[in-house]
C-alpha cells in the first residue's frame, strides 16, 4: 500500500524535527505560511541564528534535492523575509535544505549562497 504524499511529508518533516532537537536547535514554528508567498517548512533557532528551513524527502528512486528549484527557493526566501518583518525580528538568519534520503538525513546550511 502506497504512503499518501502528506503523511509521507508529515513523517519526513517529524524526522526532521526530531535531528534539528538533536543538533541543538529549538523549533519556532512548523508549516509557517505567508499568504500569496508560500510555506515554510520549520523555523528553528540556533545560537542567535533563525534557520528557515526546506525539507524534502523522496523514495530512493529519485533524488529528493531536485524538489528544491529556484520557483520554490524564491517563495522561502519571500516567505523569510515576509516573517522577519511581521514579527518584527532583527536577527540574523539562514535559509536552508534539509534532505532526507531514506533514514539519512542531509543538512544544507545557506543555500542561497
Given at each position: 500500500?502506497?504512503?499518501?504524499?502528506?503523511?509521507?511529508?508529515?513523517?519526513?518533516?517529524?524526522?526532521?524535527?526530531?535531528?534539528?532537537?538533536?543538533?541543538?536547535?529549538i523549533?519556532?514554528?512548523?508549516?509557517?505560511?505567508?499568504?500569496?508567498?508560500g510555506?515554510?517548512?520549520?523555523?528553528?533557532?540556533?545560537?542567535?541564528?533563525?534557520?528557515?528551513?526546506?525539507?524534502?524527502?523522496?523514495?530512493a528512486?529519485f533524488?529528493?534535492a531536485?524538489?528544491?528549484?529556484?520557483?520554490?527557493?524564491?517563495?522561502?526566501?519571500?516567505?523569510?523575509?515576509y516573517?522577519?518583518?511581521?514579527?518584527?525580528?532583527?536577527?540574523?538568519?539562514?535559509?536552508?535544505?534539509?534532505?532526507?534520503?531514506?533514514?539519512?538525513?542531509?543538512?544544507?546550511?545557506?543555500?542561497t549562497l
Amino acid at each position: 500500500m502506497r504512503e499518501l504524499p502528506k503523511h509521507f511529508g508529515d513523517q519526513s518533516e517529524d524526522l526532521a524535527t526530531l535531528f534539528l532537537e538533536q543538533e541543538g536547535y529549538i523549533i519556532v514554528e512548523r508549516n509557517y505560511f505567508a499568504r500569496k508567498l508560500g510555506e515554510i517548512d520549520i523555523i528553528a533557532q540556533k545560537d542567535e541564528v533563525m534557520h528557515f528551513i526546506e525539507v524534502k524527502s523522496g523514495r530512493a528512486d529519485f533524488e529528493p534535492a531536485y524538489n528544491f528549484t529556484p520557483a520554490k527557493l524564491r517563495k522561502v526566501i519571500n516567505s523569510t523575509h515576509y516573517y522577519l518583518k511581521s514579527k518584527q525580528i532583527d536577527l540574523p538568519f539562514s535559509i536552508d535544505a534539509l534532505i532526507i534520503r531514506g533514514d539519512e538525513v542531509e543538512f544544507i546550511e545557506n543555500v542561497t549562497l
